[in-house]
């Protein structure tokens, strides 16, 4: 993983309700076992035409999305089942944090142990974000901040595990790595001895 304690870019917005992971993955690319290249199927059915040309207002088709680091979601963005795919295929395609006022407990919990940043904030600086695309705003994972252009700020909730592996740009075995020579002693303290 990447460490991120903060970065600011452009937002794009997708301002659709209910976006849940089959749509933001279709289900015949998750035969796939490596997170490369697998941003190319991110919204695949949305982002392009049965012929496999780009449909052109799709938001994540714009010319300039390589500068938005951000998705701006509708609420409730992550439902329906679980796969760790869905954050894969936006995190490959750029994509660093998605901000909502809802985001499904299942696709947060595993965009938390890949990388992805979920911003969760009150409705009103949703319907801020959705109204102004392309705003260049700041998610500061240290202070637990999203910061807008207009100088307010509102804080996001992370718990203190995950936002210590994102700081640190590792995963859940990349801490336990880091604290094996404790675990060992951990481990042998513990056996019985005669």
């Known amino acids: 993983m990447e460490k991120l304690t903060q970065l ?12 849940d992971t089959d749509q933001i993955i279709p289900a015949r690319f998750l035969t796939t076992t490596t997170r490369d290249g697998i941003g190319k199927a991110l919204f695949a059915d949305w982002r392009f035409d049965a012929q496999g040309n780009e449909i052109k207002d799709f938001p994540l088709n714009a010319p300039d999305i390589s500068d938005c ?13 679980s796969r760790e795919h869905a954050p ?8 660093r944090a998605v901000i909502s006022s809802e985001i499904a ?3 947060r919990n595993n965009s938390l142990k890949n990388g992805l940043v979920p911003v969760i904030v009150d409705n009103d600086t ?6 102004n695309p392309g705003a260049e705003v700041t998610v500061d994972v240290e202070a637990r901040e999203l910061r807008l252009p207009t100088g307010k ?3 996001f909730p992370i718990d203190n595990f995950a936002r210590h592996c994102i700081l640190e740009g ?3 075995t990349g801490y336990l790595m880091q604290n094996i020579d404790n675990i060992g002693q951990f481990e042998n303290n ?3 001895q005669p």
């Open 8 to 19: 600011t870019s452009k937002t794009t917005v997708l301002p659709i309700d209910d976006v």
């Open 170 to 172: 590792i995963d859940q």
């Open 190 to 192: 513990r056996m019985w």
């Open 105 to 107: 407990d299942i696709f």
């Open 126 to 131: 949703h319907q801020w974000l959705l109204a």
């Open 153 to 155: 700020s509102v804080t």
């Open 88 to 95: 894969w295929s936006l995190f490959d395609f750029g994509i």
């Open 69 to 81: 680091k951000f998705l701006v979601a509708g609420r409730n963005f992550g439902c329906g089942s």
